[in-house]
């Protein structure tokens, strides 16, 4: 069981292997069917950093905190209540600590369009 409750309602999209491509040859990304999920909570960034002059920085919209059983992985969708869909950039998982296992990962997430 989970340290934390889960009670907040997401609907969340899995990313699915797909052969199909586009025409100019990229993956056409396919999903499976909307589910609705409880996580701990999400919140909104304030606002967006800039990337520029920033290798590695990776600029996010969201954070969610979703159980580790819903196995959350790049690339699935999430769409926030009142907010829209956010496609998963970068997950964490806080599980592999041997002192304390809180039952949820920390999910950066990125607006999408459509």
Excluded at 106 to 111: A, I, N, Q
Aim: aromatic share 10%; proline share 8%; glycine share 8%.
């Amino acid at each position: 069981m989970a340290s934390f409750q889960c009670t907040m309602p997401i609907n969340f999209k899995r990313k699915i292997p797909s052969t199909a491509v586009s025409p100019r040859g990229n993956e056409i990304e396919a999903f499976g069917t909307v589910e609705e999920q409880h996580v701990h909570l999400w919140y909104l960034d304030e606002g967006e950093l800039p990337a520029e002059g920033h290798a590695e920085r990776r600029v996010f919209n969201a954070t969610c905190y979703p159980p580790t059983s819903l196995r959350t992985k790049s690339g699935d969708r999430i769409e926030l209540p009142g907010e829209g869909w956010f496609k998963v950039v970068k997950v964490a998982d806080y599980d592999n600590n041997p002192y304390f296992v809180p039952g949820i990962v920390d999910v950066k997430l990125r607006r999408v369009d459509g």
